[in-house]
T-cell receptor
Framework: GIQVEQSPPDLILQEGANSTLRCNFSDSVNNLQWFHQNPWGQLINLFYIPSGTKQNGRLSATTVATERYSLLYISSSQTTDSGVYFCAGGLSGGYQKVTFGTGTKLQVIP | GAVVSQHPSRVICKSGTSVKIECRSLDFQATTMFWYRQFPKQSLMLMATSNEGSKATYEQGVEKDKFLINHASLTLSTLTVTSAHPEDSSFYIC????????????????FGPGTRLTVT
């Protein structure tokens, strides 16, 4: 099956700083999402981005499908951005199941 | 829109008993729902794909007789952990994907808030 690696595994930021999270896939995917898992365990959808670039406020994401990676940018980080960020991807055939990445734990300090 | 609920949010049961977890898509219909399991400080692992009107598809290593899945309608899937043991204690999360053709070609999944199961 597809292997998904995320980097860095842990990240500590000063409030206001910018960061880039990366997601690498072992094989091509055409179904890719980014999530933020809050301290209560809820997964919040950030982006559905099988290719191209999208922006939503201080967050943006870029997927380069041909090179099998995706990036999540967080600008002007806030303490509420703390949590674990996951990417998940798969192929849009069959039941479109996805494989989750290893996660990046982000802590934003005041 | 695209809200998924899970019930219960937290359950404690004794070893040997069975526990049922419900997953509902509240404002959309889903022919396909997914069940994941997450251990502390780890990623989500797909357990099974739940298909409305047919048998679930289980991932390798997941015991189908222990984790019974029923997708009775386009808005409801249930996971029953049978004869639970302490090693089944975990965070169980479901997700749902809107029916193809109703979401602009997207395969986006929407997640429930999770159920924390503790088996004593």
């Amino acid at each position: 099956g597809i292997q998904v690696e995320q980097s860095p595994p842990d990240l500590i930021l000063q409030e206001g700083a910018n960061s880039t999270l990366r997601c690498n896939f072992s094989d091509s995917v055409n179904n890719l999402q980014w999530f933020h898992q809050n301290p209560w365990g809820q997964l919040i959808n950030l982006f559905y981005i099988p290719s191209g670039t999208k922006q939503n406020g201080r967050l943006s994401a870029t997927t380069v499908a041909t090179e099998r990676y995706s990036l999540l940018y967080i600008s002007s980080s806030q303490t509420t951005d703390s949590g674990v960020y996951f990417c998940a991807g798969g192929l849009s055939g069959g039941y479109q199941k996805v494989t989750f990445g290893t996660g990046t734990k982000l802590q934003v300090i005041p | 829109g695209a809200v998924v609920s899970q019930h219960p949010s937290r359950v404690i049961c004794k070893s040997g008993t069975s526990v049922k977890i419900e997953c509902r898509s509240l404002d959309f219909q889903a022919t396909t729902m997914f069940w994941y399991r997450q251990f502390p400080k780890q990623s989500l692992m797909l357990m099974a794909t739940s298909n409305e009107g047919s048998k679930a598809t289980y991932e390798q290593g997941v015991e189908k007789d222990k984790f019974l899945i029923n997708h009775a309608s386009l808005t409801l899937s249930t996971l029953t952990v049978t004869s639970a043991h302490p090693e089944d204690s975990s965070f169980y999360i479901c997700s749902a994907r809107p029916i193809p053709g109703t979401s602009g070609g997207s395969y986006e999944q929407y997640f429930g808030p999770g159920t924390r199961l503790t088996v004593t």
